[in-house]
Nanobody, 118 residues
Framework: QVQLVESGGGLVQPGGSLRLSCAAS????????MGWYRQAPGKQRELVAV???????NYADSVKGRFTISRDNAKKMVYLQMNSLKPEDTAVYYC????????????WGQGTQVTVSS
């Protein structure tokens, strides 16, 4: 019943910017840490950025200073602003919701492709 739908991916040149969006439904947003993860071909899925319901954030070292996560609680949306993109940022980016109270539940979106290439 919980749905996470990503959008905003695409092809961008190195040094460019993209903004990803994730729309959440099903009543989980207010009690969930929202996050972005990515998976490149042949690699494990990795954390990119997360934000708790209280606004605390955590970023992967590789994206600190370049990416910014934000959320709009009224609209139940989470965003990832990606600047100074590098080819190594190429991956499928997934929206994630991690319930902050027990029973712990976790949900994933379908993913959106980000390709950084000239």
């Amino acid at each position: 019943q919980v749905q996470l739908v990503e959008s905003g991916g695409g092809l961008v040149q190195p040094g460019g910017s993209l903004r990803l969006s994730c729309a959440a439904s099903g009543g989980i947003f207010s009690i969930a840490t929202m996050g972005w993860y990515r998976q490149a071909p042949g690699k494990q899925r990795e954390l990119v950025a997360v934000m708790s319901s209280g606004g605390r954030t955590n970023y992967a070292d590789s994206v600190k200073g370049r990416f910014t996560i934000s959320r709009d609680n009224a609209k139940k949306m989470v965003y990832l602003q990606m600047n100074s993109l590098k080819p190594e940022d190429t991956a499928v980016y997934y929206c994630n919701a991690d319930q902050e109270r027990l029973p712990r539940r976790n949900y994933w979106g379908q993913g959106t492709q980000v390709t950084v290439s000239s």
